[in-house]
């Protein structure tokens, strides 16, 4: 959003700004799976 005249677009910033946390902590969630599996992938 390119503004937030008087706050009125906050509720939505908020919410996305809960849901690109969410994202990232998914994203971390896969890599750590993937690093495990590629790891032991790697020694076996």
Same mark, same amino acid.
């Given at each position: 959003?390119?503004?937030? !005249?008087?706050?009125?677009?906050?509720?939505?910033?908020?919410?996305?700004? !809960?849901?690109? *946390?969410?994202?990232?902590?998914?994203? *971390?969630?896969?890599? *750590?799976?993937?690093?495990?599996?590629?790891?032991?992938?790697?020694?076996?």
């Amino acid at each position: 959003m390119a503004t937030n !005249f008087l706050g009125q677009n906050t509720p939505a910033i908020a919410a996305t700004e !809960f849901d690109y *946390v969410e994202m990232w902590a998914q994203d *971390v969630g896969a890599m *750590v799976g993937y690093d495990a599996g590629a790891g032991r992938r790697l020694r076996s």
